[in-house]
């Protein structure tokens, strides 16, 4: 029996009992014809890629009654060895998004799209085809997709081939070509490399967002947690050169504010103390570093960028002592008309401190480097304006958005007869597209994805698709063939669907990384795993010093005004997160602003401007200009003005549309040696008069003294290290004997070092938990639901300040303030140490978050769990989500952190099963799971030996509020923080 | 006088609503029509056919789980297949069409009642179900408000296995007092 | 010539003047009654509304969790303290200028907390649920948490309600008889019924009047006990401001001093609606004032201490929270209590106003005001400000929540005019009692 | 033969004392007085020799049930189903005395209701023959019950001692 068709009986019986109202007759259904390996109400595990961006890490799909409920990270995958970020877990919110396309759509003459069925859309399709074949036009067809490094990829190339159509466009957003510019120039190698951050004792970042989105987020999250912890007295450092505040730049050691576009002057400044004070490592070739780097006055460096001279000469040291270090640049952020030379500055700086092969490895090279060059998307768009193309293809890109407004891409699509959509979310391209052909989503595909040599990951349907979608290489094989009129098994496109394609491809793979195993085994072997993955060794590269084309400047010439810095948005990444609704809802890590989009305004400009925070600002560059509301930042270098990429969207479902703007709107479209200069224009501001006040969940990022996340310098880590771990019961004293708890003490410890501001816990925690989208309104208003929130604390100047991120959730506390005021006992205290909430008794006197210092608990002030009500927070098909091992809470009840106590009753009963206690590992709560760097850790805090035991007597551990005496179950650990830098 | 007869008159009738509405309240409640009138009372009973044959999901999952259809025709692809009943199930079965059986037992949905443990205890099935095997149909009232209290209250008890919390936890006392088990009495093992 | 020196009505005088408040409403009461019972019915609306939407309704949010409900529930139950402490206490202590207003001041008593009773339940996320608290015996085997200091309000409120209804339909008992004497049809029947047959033998004063005086014994302790019970919902909780050993005198202090200006507030316009000059004299205005003076005092004793402590304290959070109630966002709020309880009052100082009714009925409706504003500023700014930085935040209300508030004030005095329609507001037979007996030889 | 009854009305405490003083005198001691209000004089005259009014044993009883349920119910449920809240004991006694005290005084009041009601004969639906709605006024009764042939010198008892009217 074939998958798929088991899932779709499964996924109808369980629709049919959800929407079975509790009191009427419920009907219960059984299954037909019983399936080998799922039992109803046990979960089953997919494994699969995530797509939500390129960096393509592993996921597993808990599968409960035939529908996914919860990604996690596939512990196997070598790019993010079980960890995702916070697109990841949202990913499932694009695969149950309410306005997916339903089935294919076809627009009439009127212009409004008409549902058609699948036949009729591809017969229309392959006529078409046909058609341009039979006069030999083939060139006439242009595909333009996302970047596909896998089968899908190779299987279009394929057809383009058969169809003689024009190249394959590989569009990403962001590319990252300026660094892979520079490979081709510094090493003669087109490739973008493998930065090993873990292996890296000092790593200083241009600009690059690498713990956000640059290149692979997740692993360099893990990569950079393990350089950066304090680990039997060693603690890499951490430097990070922007002009904004970034996540990044909050988790550095040194934040170094440089005026906007100084990058390359920086690193050329640094590269020429190293070669001054002999710092360079052994063999490096100094007369052509010297001819490079030519004679730069490091002085007029400084003053020009704003960073003295001796930070750049401590930098220069610090990063040539570290053997090895790692510089890294190129973040959307730093991309200025001159990104190039700034890329080749870094590399030239890795090379002269003998990093490249250490950190810095070509061989097991970024699948970025595979994607097309900003160029070669404007080379189509130009044909297409011109009228040269007949059919254009548009495969899970969205250039309408993406691109700026300046590319008159939309424009161009009018040009084109015949324009076909395989987006499954209605996008600002399929707005133009004369034909929609829905994909399916990649947790119902079939594929692969390699996000770097060495390693491919296999995407299995995990469940039945939820709406009528098809396979886009189903649809492209079919197409294909009826236009060339060959027969399945005959001709260029034998296959019967993509998955016979990617049979075969697998077939090559596995000749090739397992001769001996029979391919089926091997195959099943792969499903199971998640994809195959091997070693690549490092290539040794030469670096060929060439003198750098010094003349450019980041900005456009002769501009004047605040430079713009538009960055990919940690959630948004370019604009395909914005209608998953758990993404909107997180706030930003670093504004901690939901739902809106923002201008970044320097406190001094807003001044002068007279601006506050919430007022819109008309921001307007040479090439377009948008509105925006002001968030004022004492911490933004004063020469900049800084927006995310992401929102802006006008037409991608109800929780993207008119959001905000889209900042690539402000961009010019020339093309430069490093594809687009995201950092190129100055901008004018004017205040409009208007006001739209952002949604900003956290009152203060003061402390105002109160010592919620706690810090100690590292000196003094490292002696209270040696010194050894604390006794357990440090703690206050009471007038009461202490509690007994018969079996476990669940408890967790938090290592604020460690938590990098990330978010992903929290979309993992809403996730696992049914926890419900307030919306703006709501979220501004200190209404909003999340069980675990990070925090943002900041100490010291404004302008240069030390962030401090802080998970908050329930902290379980012994002497919980909030139980004994309970009337009910709906709040009480379990025998393993929980702070229990129990919903369906709880009468919403509200008195226990009064009485809760930490506020962590949420109350149901809307009725977000029933479909009859008004504020319904979960239209179609996002049930289908919900943890089925967890309430939907109704209206009027509190709610907060369990502690996952779905999974702990799970863990145990595994245990019992097996007839033993639980141990470490037998159960991860899911923000633990999901965490990146690992900051979060489970377990019986009665078994002396168990991982959060030992780790919770830390040295560096501390209860938040310890002096109420609340004796919470977490321990936190502080912060470790470094002296370098602070004068 | 006149007014005291009244007064008794009331006081009567109200006693007797409360005792009607007890009784209709503790009656064996009506079995909801089923699509196929499959009857425990011949499977279980007669032919003494174990529960968990086709409640095959009860040891290892939360739902106890009805057969599939496949399942059912193991058996009946010969027995009995002439019956009208049969034949019904070899359509749904032709048809590759769920039988759309109407729920019986059900706890409210802020209810987590797991079967595996309960078998794992071996807790058997009759003591939440009730004598299914002497039931040719099956109906069951459940769930708890006001009424259900104040008739508690009275000493009037509603059904054998009302599937009620207090009921649960009283099963769940007991064992642990009298057969050394670890039944656990946390209100978050059910509500959460 | 003083007004209540005119002249010494007889027994017979005094059942005429206050049955005679009785009859026939005039069109100006009806008139009231419609404005009243219209913003009442703009309140169940909202409360409706609020039921049907849901508690988002109400401005409330994180951190404050409770708001405007919670201070007129604590505003009402204040109210509902002068009543009790006027018939019992002063009782006890054989005040006898108590007699004319304590039917009018226990009345107010029953309906505050009837009013103050409506606000747990509006306030509760699932007031269908609220029935939670009391304990019954239900099939979960759930008893309510007699640790929380919600359940003592459930015991300290009911108990509160009960002593009160009852102190106050005993004392009733002997004037519903005589009104039953005084009226005919159908009215007799149904006062008759009210009246419990009461004839006033011997026999039965015997025991009423030993009763009413172990009631009295029983209902002063419990007046001081109810707002101490409610003030541990906040002294028991850890925010900072509320959590202090201060609250149960303080909070009792403040009721007795918002009941008494209630008391004014209620008693001032009946004297020259039911021409009651020769009940209620200026010498009761003079003494009220006088309480309400002390309290006033007292109050601001009390302010000066919880000032003193959170300062003195050294506690950060303690610090933090008052500087912010005195100088951030509510900040009017905060210096309207202190100078409508605090300085308003010290008017009455002189004797002039203390029997000058106008001034006193702005001083009273000024102390009431104040004393909400009291409450206000302990729930609102004090949640706004408390442990955790993050979740501060500012409370604004809505239209639901200020229409039920203000519906509750419709709801009492509803009641209460309703009331004095239907009850005698002075008590008849404890007039009668401070007047000289009738004697046929008075020198005899 | 039903005893007879004789109603004496008066105007004036001083009489109606000095009626009472002088029916005891007489001899006659079964008799009660209607009074509008409570007289101490009245009342000082009827108390003589009588007992105190068994009203507070009603209120001690009520009272101590109070507290002994206040304290049971508190702790009976907290054994029952014993949650932990706030590390504090599953038997927390302080909490529980506010829950006995207001018990206390609950049930202390109720049954000092229940005595009025039960030692005053209320309700009761009937007046009785010698009631007049003017004792309510202004004006005292005083009910003599005594056989047929004393009904003379009762009359005329009352009548000396300054009744306004004196009936059947």
């Known amino acids: 029996m074939k998958r798929r068709d088991f899932f779709k009986i499964v996924g109808a019986s369980t629709a049919a009992a959800m929407t079975g109202c509790a009191r009427s007759p419920e009907q219960i259904l059984p299954l037909v014809i019983p399936p080998d390996n799922l039992v109803p109400g046990v979960a089953s595990w997919f494994s699969s890629v995530c797509r939500e961006c390129p960096a393509g890490c592993g996921v597993v799909a808990r599968n409960r009654e035939g529908r996914i409920v919860k990604l996690e990270g596939n512990p196997d995958h070598p790019v993010n060895r079980g960890t995702l970020c916070i697109r990841g877990q949202a990913g499932l919110q694009g695969l149950y998004n309410p306005d997916r396309v339903r089935g294919p759509l076809r627009r009439d003459a009127s212009g409004a799209p008409k549902p058609v069925a699948w036949e009729e859309a591809e017969k229309f399709l392959a006529e078409r085809l046909a058609a341009l074949i039979k006069d030999k036009q083939g060139r006439r067809i242009a595909v333009l997709t996302q970047l596909e490094s896998g089968s899908l990829g190779r299987l279009m190339d394929a057809w383009g081939g058969a169809l003689g159509a024009r190249r394959r466009v590989a569009y990403e957003p962001f590319n990252y070509e300026a660094v892979r510019a520079a490979s081709r120039v510094v090493f003669g190698r087109d490739a973008i490399p493998d930065y090993a951050f873990e292996d890296a004792n000092v790593v200083l970042s241009f600009g690059a967002d690498f713990l956000e989105t640059w290149l692979s987020p997740v692993a360099h999250a893990r990569g950079f947690a393990r350089m950066h912890a304090l680990a039997h007295g060693r603690a890499g450092t951490s430097i990070h050169v922007e002009p904004r505040l970034s996540m990044t730049a909050a988790n550095a050691d040194e934040w170094i504010r440089n005026t906007p576009g100084t990058e390359r002057l920086l690193a050329v400044a640094l590269l020429k103390v190293i070669l001054d004070e002999g710092l360079q490592a052994p063999g490096v070739d100094l007369a052509a570093l010297r001819g490079a780097i030519g004679a730069p006055d490091v002085g007029a460096i400084a003053r020009q960028s704003g960073v003295p001279a001796e930070t750049i000469k401590r930098v220069a040291r610090a990063l040539a002592k570290a053997k090895p270090g790692l510089a890294v640049g190129g973040g959307v952020a730093v991309t200025g008309i001159d990104a190039v030379d700034v890329q080749v500055a870094i590399h030239l700086l890795n090379y002269a401190t003998g990093n490249v092969g250490r950190t810095v490895r070509f061989g097991p090279d970024s699948a970025f480097g595979k994607a097309s060059s900003y160029a070669d998307v404007l080379a189509l768009t130009e044909s297409m304006r011109r009228g040269e193309i007949e059919v254009l293809l548009v495969v899970h890109a969205n250039p309408v958005f993406t691109l700026p407004a300046t590319t008159a891409f939309a424009d161009a699509l009018k040009k084109v007869p015949l324009v076909v959509s395989f987006a499954n979310q209605p996008d600002e391209t399929s707005e133009h597209a004369h034909l929609i052909l829905p994909d399916l989503h990649p947790l119902e595909s079939w594929g692969d994805f390699s996000p770097r040599e060495g390693v491919v990951g296999l995407m299995q349907p995990t469940m039945a698709p939820v709406f009528g979608s098809r396979a886009v290489g189903d649809v492209l094989i079919a197409v294909g063939r009826q236009a060339l009129r060959s027969a399945e098994g005959k001709g260029p496109l034998r296959w019967a669907t993509f998955q016979d394609y990617l049979k075969e491809q697998w077939r090559g793979i596995a000749r090739e990384v397992a001769p001996g195993t029979p391919f089926d085994q091997f195959w099943e072997e792969a499903l199971r795993r998640g994809g195959v993955w091997r070693g690549v060794p490092t290539v040794p590269v030469k670096a060929q010093p060439v003198a750098m084309a010094s003349k450019r400047t980041a900005t456009e010439d002769g501009a004047q005004g605040p430079t713009l810095l538009t960055y990919p948005s940690l959630r948004f990444y370019d604009g395909r997160g914005a209608n998953k609704p758990w993404l909107q809802e997180a706030p930003d890590s670093m504004t901690q602003v939901a739902w809106d989009s923002w201008a970044e305004i320097p406190a001094e400009r807003a001044r002068t401007l007279q601006v506050r925070q919430g007022d819109l600002v008309r921001i307007a560059s040479p090439h377009g200009a948008i509105e925006l509301p002001a968030y004022i930042s004492e911490s933004l270098h004063p020469d900049a003005v800084a927006i995310p990429i992401g929102q802006g969207h006008t037409r991608y479902g109800r929780y993207a549309k008119d959001r905000g703007a889209n900042p690539l709107a402000l961009l010019p479209q020339a093309p430069t040696p490093g594809g687009l200069a995201f950092l190129s224009v100055r901008l004018t501001l004017t205040k409009t008069g208007g006001r739209r006040p952002l949604a900003i969940p956290q009152a203060t990022a003061n402390q105002d003294e109160r010592e919620l996340a706690q810090h100690v310098g590292l000196t003094a880590a490292r002696e209270l290290e040696l010194r050894g771990a604390v006794p357990e019961k440090a703690s206050h004293p009471s007038m009461y004997p202490d509690l007994k708890y018969p079996e476990y003490r669940w408890g967790m410890t938090i290592d604020v070092d460690s938590c990098i501001g990330c978010q992903a816990c929290v979309i993992a925690c809403k996730a696992e938990n049914n926890v419900p989208v307030v919306g703006k309104e709501q979220v501004a208003y200190g209404r909003d639901m999340h069980w675990l929130r990070i925090e943002r604390w900041q100490e010291g100047p404004p302008h240069h300040p030390d962030t401090l991120f802080l998970p908050m959730l329930c902290q379980h506390c012994e002497v919980a303030p909030c139980e004994p005021v309970c009337p009910v006992f709906a709040s009480y205290h379990t025998q393993e140490g929980l702070n229990a909430q129990v919903y369906n008794r709880c009468v919403g006197t509200r008195y226990c978050n009064n009485n809760c210092p930490y506020h962590v608990r949420r109350f149901n002030w809307w009725d977000y769990g029933s479909p009859a009500s008004s504020s319904y927070a979960f239209p179609d098909p996002l049930p289908l989500q919900l943890n089925p091992d967890v309430t939907v809470r109704q209206l009027g009840v509190m709610e907060k952190c369990t502690m996952c106590i779905q999974r702990i009753i799970g863990g145990k009963d595994r245990a019992r099963d097996e007839g033993r206690k639980v141990t470490d590992g037998d159960i991860l709560t899911a923000c633990q799971q999901t965490c990146p760097t690992q900051a979060i850790v489970f377990g019986n805090l009665k078994d002396p030996s168990s991982r959060a035991s030992r780790v919770s007597r830390s040295p560096r551990g501390y209860h938040v509020l310890d002096e109420l005496g609340t004796r919470p179950a977490i321990t936190y650990l502080k912060k470790v923080t470094r002296d370098h830098g602070k004068t | ?192 | 010539m003083r007004r209540d020196d005119a002249h010494q009505p007889t027994y017979a005088d005094v059942n005429r003047d206050v049955i005679g408040t009785l009859w026939t409403p005039s069109p100006a009461y009806f008139g009231w009654m419609s404005i009243v019972g219209l913003i009442l019915t703009a309140g169940i609306l909202a409360w409706t509304w609020q039921i049907y939407i849901g508690m988002g309704a109400a401005g409330k949010r994180t951190p404050q969790n409770w708001a405007m409900y919670i201070t007129s529930f604590v505003f009402w139950i204040g109210i509902g303290h002068a009543g009790t402490l006027i018939s019992a206490i002063l009782y006890l202590f054989r005040a006898r200028w108590r007699t004319s207003i304590y039917r009018g001041a226990e009345a107010m008593t029953v309906f505050a907390v009837m009013t103050a009773g409506l606000f747990p339940l509006i306030h509760a996320g699932r007031m269908w649920f609220a029935y939670w608290l009391l304990p019954y015996p239900n099939q979960r085997y759930l008893w309510p948490n007699f640790r929380s200091p919600l359940v003592w309000d459930v015991f300290a409120i009911s108990t509160y309600l009960t002593i009160s209804v009852v102190f106050f339909s005993v004392g009733l008992l002997p004037d519903i008889a005589a009104i039953r004497d005084a009226s005919t049809g159908w009215k007799r029947k149904i006062y008759g019924v009210l009246a419990l047959g009461w004839e006033g033998t011997d026999r039965q004063w015997r025991h009423y009047r030993r009763a009413y005086g172990l009631l009295a014994a029983l209902a002063t302790p419990l007046v001081l006990s109810v707002h101490s019970v409610v003030s541990w919902d906040f002294a028991m909780a850890l925010v900072p401001g509320w959590h202090s050993t201060l609250f149960a005198p303080f909070f009792v202090d403040g009721a007795i001093f918002s009941g008494f200006a209630m008391v004014l507030v209620l008693i001032i316009p009946m004297r020259p609606l039911f021409n009651l000059y020769a009940y209620i004299t200026n010498r009761h205005l003079d003494a009220i004032a006088k309480l309400i003076l002390v309290t006033s005092l007292v109050l601001t004793y009390f302010y000066v201490c919880e000032a003193f402590t959170a300062w003195y304290s050294g506690d950060h959070f303690e610090r933090a929270s008052l500087f912010w109630k005195a100088t951030r966002n509510y900040a009017w709020a905060f210096w309207l209590q202190y100078f409508c309880n605090s300085l308003v009052p010290l008017v009455l100082f002189s004797r002039r106003a203390r029997i000058h009714p106008p001034t006193l009925y702005v001083v009273s409706i000024l102390v009431l005001i104040g004393m909400w504003f009291e409450r206000f500023n302990i729930i609102v700014p004090g949640l706004g400000h408390d442990f955790y930085p993050y979740t501060w935040g500012i409370y604004y209300p809505t239209l639901t929540d200020t229409l039920i508030v203000i519906g509750s004030f419709a709801w009492f005095f509803i009641l209460f005019l309703g009331f004095i329609k239907v009850m005698p507001s002075v008590s008849i037979v404890e007039v009668k009692e401070t007047l000289p007996h009738p004697l046929k030889d008075p020198h005899h | 033969m039903a005893a007879a009854c004789i109603l004496g009305i008066f105007a004036h405490v001083d009489s109606t004392v000095r009626a009472i003083r002088d029916l005891r005198a007489r001899g006659f001691t079964d008799f009660s007085v209607y009074l509008p209000v409570p007289v101490e004089e009245i009342e000082a005259a009827l108390e003589e020799g009588r007992p105190v009014s068994p009203v507070r044993l009603f209120t001690l009883i009520g009272g101590l049930t109070g507290t002994v349920t206040g304290f049971a119910l508190p702790i009976w449920t907290s054994l029952k189903w014993g949650l932990v809240t706030g590390a504090k004991p599953i038997v927390s006694i302080p909490p529980f005395v506010i829950i006995a005290f207001e018990l206390t005084i609950l049930l202390g009041g109720l049954s000092s209701l229940l005595a009025i009601l039960v030692l005053g004969k209320l309700p009761s639906l009937r007046r009785s023959p010698t009631y007049d709605p003017r004792f309510t006024v202004d004006r005292f009764g005083i009910a003599v019950t005594c056989s047929p042939d004393l009904v003379a010198a009762v009359r005329t008892c009352l009548q000396e001692a300054g009744a306004e009217e004196v009936r059947r």
């Open chain 2, 1 to 192: 006088m006149r007014r005291q007869v009244g007064v008794g008159v009331a006081t009567l009738a109200l006693f007797a609503a409360i005792l009607s509405l007890a009784h209709s309240a503790g009656a064996q409640p009506a079995a909801p029509a089923q699509p196929i009138a499959f009857s425990h009372q011949i499977h279980a009973g007669q032919y003494k056919i174990n529960c968990q044959y086709c409640h095959a999901d009860a040891r290892r999952s939360e739902y106890a789980g009805l057969p599939s259809v496949s399942r059912c025709m193991g058996c009946h692809k010969i027995t009995a297949a002439d019956r009208p009943e049969i034949q019904k199930l070899a359509a749904f079965f032709n048809e590759k069409k769920p039988i759309p059986w109407v729920r019986v037992f059900k706890v409210p949905e802020y209810v987590h009642f797991p079967h595996k443990p309960h078998v794992r205890a071996e807790v058997t099935c009759q003591t939440c179900h009730g004598p299914v095997e002497t039931m040719a149909v099956v109906g069951a009232t459940t769930g708890q408000n006001l009424t259900n209290d104040l008739l508690n209250l009275l000493g009037l008890a509603r059904s054998s296995t009302p599937l009620t919390m207090g009921w649960c936890v009283e099963c769940h006392t007991t064992m642990n007092a009298t057969k050394q088990t670890k039944a656990p009495l946390e209100c978050v093992v059910c509500h959460h």
